[in-house]
């Protein structure tokens, strides 16, 4: 056996039409010189993270009220739009899979998103809609109950290492949650997204019935100026769907919602997110903060799944989605929660037929309730079938869901879960160059790269660990075999056979 | 808070038509009393098993020739097929969910399959049918590199604790693989399966060249005798179909089906389980073994799905699935593999098309080729999803796929990977009763029962060690909150004030 060629990886920058665009991707330089560009970014190392959006002269931060919609609906592109173009067409192997003028397009039409708030200047833009390779967010954020300040920010980096598109922070319940949240928002290169009652209830000392409008405004305005590019704003949990809500086996689950719901019914009001949409949307444009519409009565249950409450807050949100729209403030839709398989489909097209085709985000949907510590699978089934069918974006589960917070390996495990569930997607939507990482692996394998296999794995050190702790053999080399069928009779050999026959 | 009403489980027989028939399920008496029937089998505890099959009257095994295909074709109801019909009914809540007459008419029309060989008189049969719940298999075996009796006899008793429905038995390379197989039929309540062209190479020395037809039927005569309940024969591999698995990235990834192409190649003949398909099926009809006609030519990668080569050959396997059908052998059909989402029903339809429904058991599929180490999730979304389809069993597959032979740990988590699959399709099914279990959970839920939550899970002792790990209160209480949002608010219990307000 020859001693091994290794693969090797680095980082490169690749420049758009202006100095200020240089877009990182990671290129994997396999061990026969065949090379892939992987999507990414920085942070995961980095800090003080570059503050690059400071060098965009046409952007939205130059300009306020003029948010990335506005921009596109005027047929202008920014250097956000340029950026994602890049992003996403490079990692394809087809330069020009996307242009700057595509993105634009899509986010003119309402169907794509570029989350990027004017004052978060670390972003690395990048674009979520239905054209575009699939997303997937990680939710970290500290609470009463477990979790500190250094925790999250290493939660932080180790989502940006395996691969979050976005970030939410849903921290509750800790002193210093404004402090906690800029961290965040500086060390991350990715999109933030927030739910902003949750700091609001804090503010209120925990006491529903002193959640006013006024708190709930200024905490949204506080951390608008902040630079969290995206907000989850529970607006179409309006009181009419409360019955609806009542007579399921699991009520609200949303814990936003759930907030919503209880604020309304002590007061006997209505939402007052709803009733003051307007200003909200006032306050979005002035920091071109994106809408993220919260499904406060996403199904917990697969009993509860597609009745009127979660259809109903959809149809709801649909309207808001216009009046997003019509105001110049990008939004997505929140989607489900516990969904039979047999459904999937279905919610996807009434998202569209509601909502004006806006990119759905959804949670999962996990499709049966009885296996708690495998959600990140029983969701990760509903959430590829979901976005084959057109979902942009997938909010991660962990095997912690229902039963804990999850731990830092539980934020691995979900993460590399909902990436390869996203890739599926991207594979079954047909999007271009999607396949190259997949037929670069199998290649690998029909040669015995072992190394390259591992290379191109979406979690390599585990990959390797794994296969190296059963192979008899000196790791310096590859052997031509492995321990599935031992070096007796091996499939893989059979091949060259095959081809030596009957391949000219 | 009060102590803990803790739920409980017991094993529990119901009784069919006559003394002999007396099928176990587990009961899970919730602490509200409600209880819930799970299909169980005997044997993860028992040793020596009871031969049940002993004291069946009308059953095959006391009328050599006569199949569960020729009983069922002659409209007589055997005691496998009410065994089956009693399995399949009572963990869905309603008796009568299916006759033993229901479970003959799909036997005699092809379309179900009761593995169960006249000599392996330990067998709790079960049914095989895209009518029925779906089946996950376990692969176990062990093999020159890794493993040994003990520990596949241990895999065995571990396959059965998480409700495996087959077990395959992949042995080569041992000294007393008879001695091995023998153990385990005698150990398996449920049906065993094998390919005997591995014990036939072995009996060649591992010389491909030495594979003659008559090595080849005295083993399959041999492991018939022993008990085996199910066969793969990759019979539908013909000469005529290597060039265009040539043509792959990665060719046959099928052990057996490369282990026939290499004999095919050697000595420039036919594939012998073809040209001597007839005699084989005598020999099945003899022990009533079924035959699971593999595919050799199952794609390895997603770049090979769907091809001339694998829909060649299962157009081939269709054509035997008629010779079994009208020799009277029951079969069903094995799929791949490595499939994209988009691809997935196609490749059942077709199968439907082709095979003359009989039932389909894949392998996954996958859907992706990049995350090695996680391959039990990528093919569970494929698998999940090809069930729904209505494939009838899932192969399943570990972490350990495409790296290494599976450990005690990875056989656990493929399993309940594939449960939760096989579930999920049940639901999307429509199959009676099938959301029972989790109706049950989400009631658990909304009443904060948390070990009732654990007694209804696929993995009660994993789920209640994530929860206990960061629960800060004494474990033998229930708080009516959790770690994930604290005791500060809670959505679940907000429910209640939803429920007292609106419903009456």
Redesign the interface.
């Known amino acids: 056996m020859a001693e091994v060629k290794k693969p090797s990886k680095e980082r490169i920058y690749l420049q758009g039409s202006s100095d200020a665009i240089k877009v990182p991707f990671t290129k994997i330089t396999l061990s026969n010189g065949e090379t892939i560009l992987v999507s990414t970014v920085e942070g995961e190392k980095v800090s003080p993270l570059p503050k690059i959006r400071a060098k965009f002269t046409k952007s939205t931060h130059n300009s306020v009220k003029r948010t990335q919609l506005d921009c596109a609906k005027a047929g202008i592109v920014t250097e956000e739009m340029e950026y994602a173009a890049i992003r996403e067409s490079y990692a394809t192997g087809d330069k020009m899979a996307y242009t700057p003028e595509d993105v634009m397009a899509e986010v003119a039409k309402g169907e794509a998103v570029i989350p990027a708030n004017v004052n978060h200047l670390e972003l690395e833009p990048m674009v979520i809609g239905k054209k575009f390779s699939v997303k997937v967010n990680a939710n970290i954020g500290a609470?009463?109950?477990?979790s500190g300040f250094a925790e999250e920010i290493e939660k932080l980096k180790l989502s940006l290492k395996h691969g979050a598109d976005t970030v939410m922070d849903l921290t509750?319940?800790i002193n210093d949650i404004m402090g906690l949240r800029q961290a965040i928002i500086n060390n991350s290169p990715v999109p933030i997204g927030t739910v902003p009652v949750y700091e609001a209830?804090d503010r209120a000392k925990?006491d529903?019935g002193a959640l006013t409008w006024e708190l709930f405004r200024d905490t949204v305005i506080d951390q608008a100026k902040q630079g969290v590019d995206y907000f989850t704003i529970h607006a179409g949990l309006v009181q009419e769907l409360?019955?609806h809500?009542?007579?399921r086996?699991?009520?609200?689950?949303?814990?936003g919602?759930?907030?919503m719901?209880?604020a309304m019914?002590r007061r006997d009001e209505e939402n007052l997110a709803y009733t003051h949409f307007d200003e909200l949307l006032e306050i979005c444009r002035t920091y071109d903060v994106a809408l993220s519409l919260g499904d406060g009565l996403r199904p917990?249950?697969?009993?509860?799944a597609c009745d009127e409450a979660q259809y109903g807050e959809l149809k709801m949100i649909g309207k808001l989605a216009k009046r997003c729209y019509e105001a110049g403030v990008q939004c997505f839709i929140e989607g489900p929660g516990h969904v039979?398989?047999?459904k999937i489909k279905e919610n996807q097209e009434l998202e569209d037929l509601y909502c004006n085709k806006a990119p759905f985000y959804t949670l999962g949907p996990l499709?049966?309730?009885?296996?708690?510590?495998?959600d990140?699978?029983?969701s990760?089934?509903g959430g590829?079938?979901i976005a084959?069918e057109g979902t942009a974006m997938l909010c991660y589960v962990t095997?912690?869901e229902?039963?804990?917070?999850p731990t830092p390996e539980d934020v691995k495990v979900g993460l590399?879960?909902y990436?390869?569930?996203a890739?599926?997607?991207d594979?079954?939507?047909?999007l271009k160059g999607a396949?190259l990482?997949?037929?670069a692996?199998?290649?690998a394998?029909?040669d015995f790269r072992w190394y390259d296999?591992?290379a191109?794995?979406?979690?390599e050190e585990?990959?390797f660990e794994?296969?190296r702790?059963?192979?008899?053999e000196d790791c310096a080399h590859e052997p031509s075999f492995?321990?599935?069928?031992?070096?007796?009779?091996c499939?893989?050999r059979?091949?060259r056979?095959?081809?030596a026959?009957?391949?000219k």
């Open positions: 609470s009463q109950v477990s509750t319940g209830l925990g529903v409360l019955p809500a009542a007579k086996i699991l009520g609200i689950v949303s814990r919602g759930s907030i719901a209880t019914i917990g249950a697969i009993a509860d039979p398989l047999n499709v049966t309730d009885i296996a708690p510590g495998y990140h699978i029983t990760a089934i590829a079938q084959k095997p912690a229902h039963l804990a917070l590399i879960t990436k390869l569930a890739h599926a997607a594979i079954a939507k047909g396949t990482r997949d037929d692996m199998s290649r394998r029909a296999q591992f191109l794995s979406l979690d585990h990959a794994v296969w702790a059963q192979m008899p492995c321990s599935m069928c031992g070096p007796r009779f499939p893989i059979t091949n056979v095959l081809k026959r009957y391949v």
